[in-house]
């Protein structure tokens, strides 16, 4: 089946760098993606969402573009800092219930 | 508003054992999911429902049961619990469906012996 995929399993940035964490998506069909982060312990939290009328959405030091020629979707996080170290998962949704990738893991080194 | 809320926290059941896993959001959401999670996956669909009286399958139902009775309640009930069940139950719910922001409670970190 189609599936949710990511390019990279852990990335460690410097403190003060950009992040860019990366997602594959094979289902064509898919017109919601979502990006969420998860720190340890805890429950999945929202960060950005977009959907496919749309390439590119900015948040608060957060920017999802989705390329959908190729069926990308990435996340870039502005001067990352050491709170932002967790997992992060893209999830996608073809008007079904969303189906998640299965997370990168950013480090941040201060 | 508490948002979505898990109890409990942590369960440790033996093999064969059944248990209820309670769910509740108190943000008149109509949609109501719950997921597990295992070390190094993403978050696998169990059950889902879209409004009260409704549930339906996810990718991963087989020894578990839903119900919802009531807009802000979505218990996830373990029949016969297995090892393999070991996991962390995350409940999740949005306004406007799947297809919308999801948003998660706490977890249950349920251990199998």
């Known amino acids: 089946g189609e599936s949710v995929g990511l390019h990279l399993p852990t990335l460690s940035v410097q403190e003060g760098d950009n992040s860019i964490i990366n997602c594959a998506y094979s289902n064509s069909a898919s017109d919601y993606f979502i990006w969420y982060k998860q720190e340890s312990g805890k429950g999945p939290q929202f960060i950005i969402d977009i959907r496919s009328n749309m390439d590119k959405r900015q948040g608060q030091r957060v920017t999802v573009l989705l390329n959908k020629t190729v069926k990308h979707l990435s996340l870039q996080i502005a001067a990352t800092q050491p709170g932002d170290s967790a997992v992060y998962f893209c999830a996608e949704s073809p008007g079904t219930p969303l189906v998640f990738g299965k997370g990168t893991r950013l480090s941040v080194i201060a | 508003n508490a948002g979505v809320t898990q109890t409990p926290e942590f369960q440790v059941l033996k093999t064969g054992q059944s248990m209820t896993l309670q769910c509740a959001q108190d943000?008149?959401?109509?949609?109501m999911s719950w997921y597990r999670q295992d070390p190094g996956m993403g978050l696998r669909l169990i059950h889902y429902s879209v409004g009260a009286g409704i549930t339906d399958q996810g990718e991963v139902p087989n020894g578990y049961n839903v119900s919802r009775s009531t807009t802000e309640d979505f218990p996830l009930r373990l029949l016969s619990a297995a090892p393999s069940q070991t996991s962390v139950y995350f409940c999740?719910?949005?306004?406007?469906?799947?297809?919308?922001?999801?948003?998660f409670g706490p977890g249950t970190r349920l251990t199998v012996l």
């Open positions: 999740a719910s949005s306004r406007q469906g799947a297809v919308d922001t999801q948003y």
């Open positions: 943000m008149n959401h109509e949609y």
